[in-house]
């Protein structure tokens, strides 16, 4: 009995922090279905992008070049929520490829997806204010335009559960939730410390850019 309840409450905890996290999520029904080989200067200028600096191709999003070294700065920083929310969606049970820092359009986002067709941001305290809230709907709507849709997620959520944020995200996707083998793998990479020849070893992740 005892047992059973720990279960009910533990899920009911995990919930709970998933339904915190769904503020400010975008409706995936506001995504514009299109493909980057149809992604031109004059669609972005149509819908209020300015296009210029931008490298168009027919198989990646178009992004500012300007923006790559810059990305690879911000990919060895050591944030606490995206490295945990990191190491949970680059496991191999969760079933689906992420990039990290991804230069878009003229932002780079904390997290993308390709065969999801997805950005995933987190959102600290200085996403609150009013201004905040401002640029990043106007950034949102962005990436809907050229066919992405955005999660948004809570900094503290993440520190808290963020192998359940990750299946959450997956699930709101539109994506296959991992199973429970899967979760114990993740759950044994979160935290785990970096081996002495890291550096020298190769890993799947591709190269984003």
């Not at 995200?169 to 081996?195: C, F, M, N, Y």
Request: hydrophobic fraction near 30%.
């Amino acid at each position: 009995m005892g047992t059973e309840s720990n279960k009910l409450s533990h899920k009911s905890r995990i919930k709970n922090k998933v339904e915190q996290s769904r503020t400010k999520n975008k409706d995936r029904q506001n995504m514009v279905n299109i493909e980057p080989k149809d992604i031109t200067p004059q669609y972005l200028k149509d819908n209020g992008i300015n296009p210029k600096g931008m490298i168009f191709g027919l198989n990646f999003l178009p992004y500012n070049p300007r923006l790559k070294q810059f990305s690879r700065d911000l990919r060895k920083g050591y944030q606490i929520a995206e490295v945990k929310l990191w190491k949970c969606l680059k496991a191999k049970g969760l079933g689906y490829p992420f990039y990290r820092q991804h230069p878009i359009l003229n932002y780079i986002a904390d997290f993308y997806c390709k065969p999801l067709k997805l950005v995933v941001e987190i959102d600290g305290n200085s996403h609150f204010s009013a201004e905040a809230q401002e640029r990043d709907a106007e950034r949102d709507r962005q990436m809907r335009v050229i066919g992405l849709q955005v999660i948004r997620v809570n900094d503290n959520e993440v520190r808290k559960d963020a192998w359940g944020i990750a299946k959450w995200i997956i699930e709101q996707a539109g994506g296959t939730p991992p199973g429970p083998l899967s979760e114990g793998e993740a759950r044994s990479d979160v935290g785990a410390k970096p081996r002495k020849n890291q550096k020298n070893q190769k890993t799947n992740q591709p190269n984003p850019l």
